[in-house]
């Protein structure tokens, strides 16, 4: 769990959770920093994508600041403070919760249960974790169930299965000393099942991870 918790030395950090909700609509949040930049430090993205159809809302905020504070006395829990909008937060337990409230946006969710990336190790990386690569990947949970209250005013036609209720989240963090040019993640999951590719263009070539039962496998890519 500590690859979840904050990487404060980090040039880049950020924090992923993908609502699946009972509409058959996704939720993505996104809240990242990269505290030493000059201009727009620190994000928090909104992405509601309704259920076959192409009306999607999208904001992001580029907030004056975004506060990691880990808990004191446990290398697990921690929190993601936004100032006048909210906090993500972490317990010791796994147990997350957000509480975020702008004005073209609220959810309010808390995770009741937590699925791991695996019973054998912490992180798909696997012992990668470890090592000084440029960048990193944890998935905290592939599939949490969580009750949830979600308003967006300027939908009309918002289901009223996403206003509250019960969805299935995915949560994941990426952090690193660097960013690659570009960026492929792609996941599918059905029950027990799944299947991730991360990678791209990194370190003058593109390379990809991909997660299986032995952790994880790196793999080059040429182009012909």
């Not at 829990?77 to 010791?92: E, M, Q, W």
Request: glycine share 6%; proline share 7%; net charge neutral.
């Amino acid at each position: 769990m500590q690859h979840y918790a904050p990487h404060l030395n980090a040039t880049f950090e950020g924090y992923y959770s993908r609502f699946m909700l009972p509409s058959g609509a996704s939720l993505a949040l996104i809240v990242c920093s990269v505290p030493k930049a000059a201009q727009k430090p620190h994000m928090l993205s909104f992405t509601y994508v309704p259920s076959g159809s192409s009306n999607i809302f999208q904001r992001e905020l580029w907030v004056e600041s975004i506060e990691r504070i880990p808990a004191t006395g446990s290398n697990n829990a921690f929190r993601l403070l936004i100032p006048g909008i909210g906090y993500v937060a972490c317990s010791a337990d796994s147990t997350m919760e957000y509480s975020l409230d702008s004005a073209e946006f609220s959810l309010h969710a808390t995770t009741k249960t937590r699925t791991p990336w695996s019973k054998h190790q912490k992180s798909p990386e696997g012992w990668l974790a470890h090592l000084p690569l440029p960048l990193h990947w944890h998935v905290h949970s592939v599939a949490s169930e969580c009750e949830f209250s979600l308003s967006i005013p300027s939908i009309a036609g918002l289901p009223e299965a996403d206003t509250q209720g019960m969805a299935v989240v995915h949560q994941e963090k990426n952090w690193a000393q660097s960013f690659p040019d570009a960026h492929i993640w792609v996941q599918a999951r059905k029950g027990f099942r799944g299947f991730c590719c991360a990678g791209g263009s990194i370190l003058g070539m593109e390379a990809f991870l991909l997660p299986c039962n032995l952790g994880m496998v790196p793999i080059h890519v040429s182009k012909n």
